[in-house]
């Protein structure tokens, strides 16, 4: 099976190259259910591989979940505007900071050219909320076509896309419902600095949220899973919970892949075999 069949963007902290182990240990599309839910979906690469029958998708991007919204829409409108775009640094510059896209496929053809022209794929906002990474080149624009934004269309057709905070999103799960989270984080680095995501740092603070909503979860009868840093303060939130070492993924440096990923699959269920 090619677990990368939909990546159609470069996403920070993307789960594309640890697939294979981890939808082996989460629940089949037909073992949920009521909805999957995950409330920091990035590139989504896990909800395309699972494709659940329902499903709830959140972020706190904003600029994340417009590009959602405009293929959800109409994705061949959504490529028509991404291929309009010129191919030079000055373009790039134009649309990042001048360019006022009007409607929602306007949006979405804008964020998805910053995604792909812009320096390793990074999100990163400055304090007033503009997206602000340099130019990166044109070589990853024309990997993907329209029928890719077809297949995310497709994909993505019933689901529910919300911009939200995490924690409302776990809270508003019910018994049946299965949730995967996966929080910005790296190895080993307690205090998380990940402002390449949005403009608003995720920290220790917030992964104790995370650890008491997805208890909360636990005692509403919902299954969950989740992948994390190793670090063992991290892993002392989740005690009591079945944790596995992830053994592939990605490295420090954009791009780069790695034999052991310091990153755990924390779940509150037992190895599910393809169900919960
Ligand atoms: C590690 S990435 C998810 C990557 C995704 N699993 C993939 O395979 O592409 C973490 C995501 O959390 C989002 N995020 C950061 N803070 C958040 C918050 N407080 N609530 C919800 N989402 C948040 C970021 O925008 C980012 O998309």
Known sequence: MNYESISFL??????GRMLEFLVKHLPSSTAITGKYVEPFVGGGSVYFSIQPKKAVLSDANQDLIDLYLGIQKDARNVW???VRFGRTKTE???????YSPRGLTQKAARVLFLNRTCFKGMWRHNSNG?????????DRRWVINQENLLQVKNAIRQVKLLCSDFEEVIDNTNEGDFIFSDPPYRPNEKEQL??????KKFMFD??????KALKRATKRKVKWALTISAHPEILALYKGNCILKIPRGTGRKPGSTVNDS???LITNYVKPERGI
């Open 80 to 82: 028509k505007n991404f």
């Open 10 to 15: 470069r996403y920070p902290g993307g789960k």
């Open 194 to 199: 990940h402002s390449h995501y949005v403009g």
């Open 262 to 264: 310091g990153e755990v």
């Open 92 to 98: 790039y510059f134009r649309v990042r900071d001048v």
């Open 206 to 211: 917030d992964h104790i949220r995370l650890s």
């Open 130 to 138: 503009d997206f602000n990474v340099g130019y990166g080149g044109q």
